[in-house]
């Protein structure tokens, strides 16, 4: 959606917040133990408190309040009985609507993880997401956002997935532009415009550069198992700069 008016902004702020805070609780929940299924009923216990509802259950009738996908898992995982252990590869990505409005949010977790590479992966697609918001300007192209992600990937060694991207958002959970990238696309049309929301995120890979199905009808993952952090805010696109809507405010 593009912002109509200050309502529009107020009313996703809100929405924005609702996830950003629904996510920061999934994380201060995680321990050893601990199931997605378990995780997944914080979100539940929170969105209902703020009378929001769940995007992917109320867009796409998805089996869970959250995407929470562990390991193998990159994307679009189920939340169930599996137990959180030591060194997990965990996604958390939080989506929900209020009034009509829509925010979208992402955080990558390596857990108790001594594993340098899985780290250096997480702080390599954190600074990706910041290099490719800083590109959504008005006017400029949405491809310039891929090629900011494609190249802190490449600089440090690491892969981007180039079948699961950003998009806009705010009105619905997805809508135009339907694609924004996590790779350079030179032959990718259209920029962003003053007040578009959308939501960029990152997915950066150890190889793999495709997501492949699971086997579920929802869950997507990687055919070298390699594993992918993603990172990802909401924000509305200004000349002034972005406002990053899924922040949580210290």
């Known amino acids: 959606m593009t912002i109509r008016n200050q309502f529009d902004i107020e009313a996703l702020r809100r929405i924005g917040h609702i996830v950003a805070e629904t996510l920061e609780l999934m994380k201060d929940a995680i321990e050893e133990g601990i199931t997605t299924l378990e995780l997944d009923a914080i979100a539940e216990a929170n969105f209902r408190r703020h ?23 990159i994307a679009h995982g189920i939340p169930s009985k599996r137990k959180i252990r030591k060194g ?13 409005y829509f925010a979208d949010t992402g955080f990558t977790i390596p857990f108790a993880s001594v594993d340098k590479e899985i780290r250096m992966l997480c702080e390599c697609s954190k600074r990706a997401l910041d290099k490719g918001i800083a590109q ?23 892969n981007t997935i180039r079948n699961l991207t950003g998009h806009g958002t705010g ?20 920029v962003f ?15 793999a550069d495709s997501a492949e199905d699971a ?11 390699s594993r992918v952090a993603q990172y990802e805010h909401s924000l509305i696109v200004t ?4 406002i990053i809507l899924t922040q949580v405010m210290k």
Request: charged share 20%; net charge negative.
């Open 51 to 73: 009378r929001a509802t769940s995007a992917p259950k109320k867009v796409y009738n998805f089996p869970g309040q959250t995407c929470i996908s562990v390991n193998e898992a």
């Open 88 to 100: 997990d590869l965990i996604n958390l990505d939080v989506s929900a609507e209020l009034d009509g």
């Open 136 to 158: 959504a300007m008005p006017g400029a192209k949405l491809n310039l956002v891929g090629k900011a992600i494609e190249r802190e990937a490449h600089r440090n060694g690491f």
């Open 171 to 190: 009105g619905a959970l997805h809508e135009y532009p339907d694609h924004i990238f996590n790779y350079y696309e030179p032959k990718q049309k259209g």
């Open 193 to 207: 415009g003053n007040g578009m929301v959308v939501a960029i995120e990152t997915f950066v890979s150890t190889g």
């Open 215 to 225: 086997g579920d009808g929802w869950t997507l993952t990687t055919g070298d198992r």
């Open 239 to 242: 000349d002034q700069g972005p």
